[in-house]
């Protein structure tokens, strides 16, 4: 069964670019740190790791949604509050995959749905 993640982490090709030059590589970024933590849990690091992986990625995403966001906003993006929509949605996804990490002794791929 096809996770959250792998339709995240799809292999990302110039066809994903916006030719915005800062978001375009912002993105790239988030695919790195996306596809990393994902392997990492295939190959079965251990919960301290993919926490500080976790972290990072988090760290990232809230860089990237304020910075996405308010270039939007400047540009006056049509699609501006179903794109924020996703980000909050995706904001909730990751605190829950967080979450699960905390709680649980046996961290799998399943906990990606």
Known sequence: ??????????????????????????????????????EKIREGYDRKTLNILLYELKDYLVYHFLEEERLMKKHDYPLF???????EMFREKIL??????????????????
């Not at 179903?82 to 980000?87: G, I, L, N």
């Not at 829950?96 to 749905?113: A, Q, R, V």
């Open 1 to 38: 069964m096809e996770t959250f993640m792998d339709r995240l982490c799809k292999e990302f090709s110039d066809k994903y670019e916006i030719g915005v030059r800062e978001i375009d590589e912002q993105h790239r970024k988030f695919y790195t740190l996306m596809t990393d933590f994902q």
């Open 81 to 87: 509050e179903e794109h924020r929509r996703f980000h």
């Open 96 to 113: 829950k995959i967080s979450e699960k990490i905390k709680k649980d002794s046996g961290i799998s791929l399943n906990m990606l749905h």
